[in-house]
């Protein structure tokens, strides 16, 4: 080899001060954070306590016995939450996949259907979800189809949830779809690749790529949207824990059903960043900012 | 003869781009499209491979008239290969599975078949080590051998080149160039748009020069560079050479 000088020689004398600089400066970052993360607690803490009602909202919202009490009743009740995020995630997966392809389609002949579309999300991205909830948890089973029975409350949520999420959820497809950049469609179409083979195996693979982030963000908020099911009478967590409120006639249940749904979303709160940030790194390698 | 085109005409909204261009390709030939940019090469490549309608004319393959509407035009893309300018290979798939999509949906391959089958074309532009890599990964000169052997692949009717070197570094010009030196010698027909003035003068068959969408001169290569006959085309070399010479 021409070049004698290996990769591994010590650095030289500037490059050493520049990360003893870099060094004691993050040092020192480190102490500032790490301080003001402290007065800021303590603060907080003694402007709470300090508040005349704190002791009586501290014994009906934070009351520990009453907490491990309601738990098991609550932690019921979110079995049922899971239940209904697994099917409405499925669900508005399918549906909003369907949607937004349906959008996509250009014949003269699926016009209505594009219309329809279109009037679908501008409807359901505009309904507030609890209508949607009161509209089809009381207004289906009003419809008195004998063949349908008496529908559990859990199922009429689960599909009210459906109904709005899609809408969302298609206009992000939609988005990832219309990202690809043509030309990827113009070379699966020179290669002889029907309209919907390009689709499935060109676009929408890479339009799952990049509509991964704000799709978790959506489930994540799906995932608290499950609790409102309780306004048609399933016993949730939310709806456990009131009953639990009544119980005890003290507060603590909503607190508990609370963290129990933060504690749900924190995993996908940090795999949804995670795989943000990935995909970030992958599009800008190399960069300082 | 693979490529029979007959007053083609092309008009996007009230701009004609193509002004009846008729044109031939025999089979195992080079025909070199060169003009300068805007003068209508990339718009007939398309025309030909029915990625565009066209506004009037026909355009025959093999005496089928692929431009009648009530053609399976997915099939004539089929028998019609296109490598684009800037590679457009599949972003999200290793150049392996590149290369064996279209095997596999189009021609019906299956899996081990499809892969054996790329694994040769990528051997034949030594790219076989790289087979999982994904294109971001690799060159431009390995991208567009990749993107011509995905087309190739198929065993064309026709293979359509749309300036495939000029988004390539110049010193990975070459590489290329070579491998459609090599195609033509397999027997592939070809047409292509191209600025490769000394290429198109030792490799092709039959140059064709475009300006402002009609056909000011055509002939075989050899007399076509030597002896210009319009002056359109003089100047246009010259200023082509110059632009060479100064580099």
Redesign the interface.
Known sequence: MPNTKSPTLEPSQIELDRRAFRHSRKQRSTLVAFISTIAFAVIAYLSLTSAPGWDRVQQSFFNYETAVEALPHVLDGLLLNLRVLFFSAIGVLVFGLALALLRTLRSPIFTPIRLFVRGYVDLFRGLPLIIVLYLVGFGIPGLRLEFLGRIPAEVLGTVALILTYSAYVAEVFRAGIEAVHPSQRLAARSLGLTYSQTMRLVVLPQAFRKVAPPLMNDFVSLQKDVGLISVLGAVDAVRGAQIEVAHFANFTPYVVAGLLFVLLAIPTVRLADYITNRLAKREQAGALL | MILNVKGLEKSFDDKAVLKGIDLEVYRGQIVALIGSSGSGKSTLLRTI?L?EEISDGQIFLNDEDISDPRVDQ??I??????V?Q?Y?????LSILENIT??LR??KGLNQADAKAKALALLDRIGLADKADSYPDKLSGGQQQRT?IM??VA?EPTLLLLDEVTSALDPELVGEVLELIKDLKAGGTSILMATHELSFARDVADWVVFLDGGVIIEEGPAKEFFSNPQQPRTIEFLQRLRRRAGDQ
Do not use: T
């Open positions: 491979n990625l997915d099939e893309r089929r028998q019609v290969g296109l684009f800037a457009n290979l599949f972003a999200h999509l279209a949906h189009v993107a995905r087309a198929l």
